[in-house]
Every structure is written in C-alpha cells, then in structure tokens.
C-alpha cells in the first residue's frame, strides 16, 4: 500500500468529506463526542482546533493518492508536548492504514520543536489502541476524562522522541494550598495547582493527608510563627479524602506523578493504590507504623530528615530495612517556615550520602527558587522538594515561604541548568574544548623551515608555542629529548614536531 501524508489545504469537498468521516456512527462510537457535529460546528472547529498548532498544520492520510484520513495536533498544555488525534473513512477501516499513517506523522515530527507526543483513546477502541502502538507509543494505563458532563475511560498513550535521563527529581509540593473555600473551590484550586506544576517541569505534585486527632495531642496549643492552635489549622486546612482520587486521575491525565504524604496509618493506606512511591515528613521519622507500611508496600521511599539527629536518621533506616524495605532517598530539611539561609546546613547533604550509602535530597523551605535548590543538586542531591503556591498573598500557613508558579519553573530550570555543569566527574579533555584544544594548547612547533638532515636546537628552529591553525606537535616534555636529535623530514615553518620527524639520540 502506498501510504502517504500532505498537509491540508482544505477545498469545500475536502471539508465536506472529512465532515462525513468524522460524523459516521462508528466513529463518534469511539469519540469522545458522540453526538452528530452540525456543518457549522465542525467549521468553527477545523479553525479552531484543528489548526491549534501554526508550526504542524493538520495532515490528510492518502492511500494511492485518495484522500482516507485524517490526522490533526493540539497544543497540551507544554510547548515541547502535542497529543495528536486521527481518524479514517470508516470504509478503510481494517487496513492498517492508521498505524502506518501515524509512523510517518512521527518522522516528519522529528525536525519540530516537541520532544513527546500524547494521545487518547477510548477503551472499546481495541483497533485504534493497537494501531498506537505498532507506532512505537507507549501504553501509560487508563485515565479519566470528564467532557459535556460525561466521564470517559480513556487508553493514555505516549511517542517520546527521545527519552531524556531522569536527572534530579523534583517534587512541587502542593501542601495545604490547595485550600482556599468550597470543596469545589479546592478542587479548581487543586487541579490549577498539578498542571502549573506540570508546565513548570516537576516530576511530581504532592499533597498531605491528614487530621488533627491522628497528629497532635487534643491540647497541643500553638506554634509561635503561626499564631493560631495547631490543630484549628489541622482541621481548617485538611485535604478533603474526595478529593484524592480526582487529584490523582488529573495529574495521571497530564502526565505528571501524583504524590502524597499520610500522617495516619489509616490514611497511608487510603494513599497507597493512588501513589508509586511514599513520602514520609519530618515530624514523622519516628512513626514506627507509617516507616512499617511504607516497607510493606515495597515502593520507594523519600523520607524527611528536619529536626533529626544522625542517631535518629539511623535507627530509621535500619528499622525500614528490616520491615522489609529497599528503596530510600534521605531529603535532608531544616524545619523551620520559611528557614534562614544560616540554617540550611547544606553541607549535611555530602555527610549523609557519605555515612549512610543512600540517595539524598533536599526538602527546601528557604524563601528563595534558586540558591538552594541548585546548590543542593551541586552537593549532589538527586531529589528537590519544594512548596509552591499560586499566590504568596492567599490565606494559610504555607503559603508565605512557597515560591510562586513562574518562580517554580525558574528554579527548575535552573536546576536543569546545574545538572548540565556539572557534566563529567573524569577530567579530560571534553568535546567542547577540541577546536581550541588543537589551536591553543602549547606543542613543539618549528621557528622556521626544518630541511631534512638538520639538527633540532631549542630557541633556533623549534620552541615551545601554541600552533593556531598549524598542526599541534609533540608535547613540550620531549624538549630535552628532541635537543640535538635529527630531522628526518623537511618541516614547514610552525609545523608541529611529530615523532616520526625525529631520530632520536
């Protein structure tokens, strides 16, 4: 079959026709859209939609010339990210038209600016699914997605271009800021929260699961920088439980991590299916059922370190390894909102990895996006946790020592920037430096014409310089070697000495 893609350039009956193609009852079937589009509907999209993304125009799929498909990309949410939609004439269906048609999309996506390309189908789609992946995408499990007040299964599916190392993990942490009214106004709140997360760059988005009767002793009273009894803020700030699962389906939906810490036994294991990984908080380094549970679970773990001593950090570790438990990053953290940079103790971050053989991060709650984060990464911390908020001026108790959504992205990037620097732990001589590694460093280069037969004499036809365009000759060491030797052929003026030049004495 002679499969091929144009991009569009639509005619009233090429319009008409991929009307009726996305209008046929089969098609809407597997749609998210089951509804018959109206003609003045589908133009308004076509425009809209269809067209979403000036740089890669929609396609028509040919089959020998004849027009049979009809391919199209959205923008999703991040400039290096698409999600890419099809559909055929329901009469070729069956040909394996689609997923050769989307394997010749990828290629002519190669030389554009996304570097991962999403897409959905619906879950009684077994055709379109298998077409997806015969195109090399990845299946990343079932999502939900709620449309025109319907709630959809669908196959999430992912076309990385190429696969980028997992470098340092960042954690946006999302805390209790989420809260800011109604429960649907958490909810908006929330889901506005993970996908700022997800444009920033963070690997993950976490929350905290908790209430005041699991934590503090019923008197507790308050601490001094927040002014109010602790366990009014426990309760007035707690996660809702409903709203777990649609914090976790949405950050599933975009394609980023959904994490969340448990400060109850009975939480954890409300938190456990949503999660692939635990975060265990400062203050509960000591709590014997959740370092329990978090081995039981046989996930890894990222466990807090603020207000501990070394003696604490190891009992910790030894009681997790021995519940069963593999897999653990130490953050380090001073627990102290918002924490002076005379506090910060980077440095615990070189002493732990040293004395404990661990992967360590660094749980920030200094004030700033940037210094510390990328110093930690420079320390060598391989996880970055930090709050963030959508506005330091909302009300609550985390909300003054969170960055903001575009100081959030600032500090990740700056973090993708540390990772970049610090580069290689050989020292050599890097590709970057070839060129002037050539031109510039010092050789043995000839002070004027060598014929064959003369002598080489230091300060009369060879000296110690720096060649340019000239070739690099033998490393000044053999100076002494060289003095007196023979030319065994003629040498041009600033050629470098070569060994095969020289009979040596």
């Known amino acids: 079959m002679d499969i091929s893609l144009i991009n569009f350039n639509p005619t009233p009956t090429l319009l008409k026709q991929i009307f009726n193609w996305r209008n046929d009852p089969q098609t809407r079937h597997f749609s998210i859209r089951q509804h018959p589009l109206l003609w003045d509907v589908f133009c308004r999209d076509f425009e809209k939609k269809f067209h979403s993304i000036q740089e890669q125009p929609p396609q028509l799929i040919l089959l020998e010339g004849e027009p049979v498909g009809f391919l199209y990309y959205e923008s999703w949410y991040k400039p ?12 070729k269906k069956g040909l394996k038209i689609g997923s050769t048609a989307l394997k010749i999309a990828l290629q002519s996506l190669s030389t554009s600016l996304f570097d991962e ?22 299946d990343l499990g079932f999502v939900e997605l709620e449309r025109e007040g319907n709630v ?27 809260h800011v009214g109604t ?37 507790a009273g308050s601490a001094g920088y927040l002014g109010q009894d602790i366990n009014e ?98 953050l380090h953290c001073t627990a102290q909102y918002p924490a002076e940079s005379l506090g910060l103790n980077l440095n615990c971050i070189s002493s732990l990895q040293k004395r404990f053989k661990v992967p360590i991060g660094y749980s920030d709650h200094s004030p700033h996006p940037v210094h510390a984060p990328t110093i930690a990464v420079a320390l060598g911390a391989q996880v970055i946790e930090k709050h963030f908020t959508m506005s330091r001026l909302l009300k609550g108790p985390d909300h003054t020592f969170a960055i903001e959504c575009n100081e959030l992205g600032e500090m990740i990037l700056a973090i993708r920037e540390a990772e970049k620097m610090l580069g290689l732990a050989k020292k050599e001589i890097f590709p970057q430096e070839e060129e002037l590694a050539l031109f510039a460093r010092r050789g043995l280069q000839a002070l004027k014409p060598i014929l064959k037969g003369d002598f080489f004499k230091e300060g009369v036809n060879v000296g110690i310089l720096r060649p340019g365009n000239q070739t690099l000759g033998l490393h000044p060491k053999y100076l002494e070697k060289l003095e007196g030797s023979l030319a065994l052929n003629n040498i041009k003026l600033g050629a470098g000495i070569e060994s095969c030049d020289v009979l040596w004495n």
Not at 80 to 91: K, R, Y
Not at 124 to 132: D, H, P, R, T, Y
Not at 269 to 292: F, G, M, N, T
């Open 80 to 91: 290096s990210v698409c999600q890419l939609s099809i559909f055929l004439d329901p009469c």
């Open 233 to 330: 803020i426990f309760n007035e700030y707690a996660l809702h439980l409903d709203l777990l699962h649609p914090f976790a389906s949405y950050a599933k939906l975009l394609g980023i991590e959904f994490m969340c810490s448990a400060f109850s036994e009975a939480y954890f294991q409300k938190i456990d299916p949503l999660v692939s990984r635990h975060k265990i908080a400062s203050y509960e380094l000591r709590h014997v059922k959740l370092l329990e549970l978090a081995a039981l679970s046989q996930k890894p773990l990222f466990l807090s370190t603020g207000s501990s001593t070394e003696e604490d950090i190891a009992w910790a570790l030894n009681y997790f390894k021995e519940a069963g438990g593999h897999k653990i990053t130490l």
């Open 183 to 219: 429960y649907e106004e958490d909810l908006q709140m929330g889901k506005r929260m993970i996908l700022e997360a997800y444009k920033a760059g963070a690997q993950a988005v976490k929350f905290q699961l908790y209430d005041s009767s699991h934590v503090y002793v019923p008197n």
């Open 152 to 178: 959809f299964n669908l196959l999430k599916l992912r076309y990385l271009k190429n696969r980028p190392p997992q470098g340092v993990f960042v954690i946006a942490e999302a805390g209790s800021n989420f």
């Open 117 to 138: 390309v999403v897409a959905f189908v619906r879950i009684e789609n077994k055709s379109a699914q298998k077409a997806f992946q015969n195109a090399q995408f990845e």
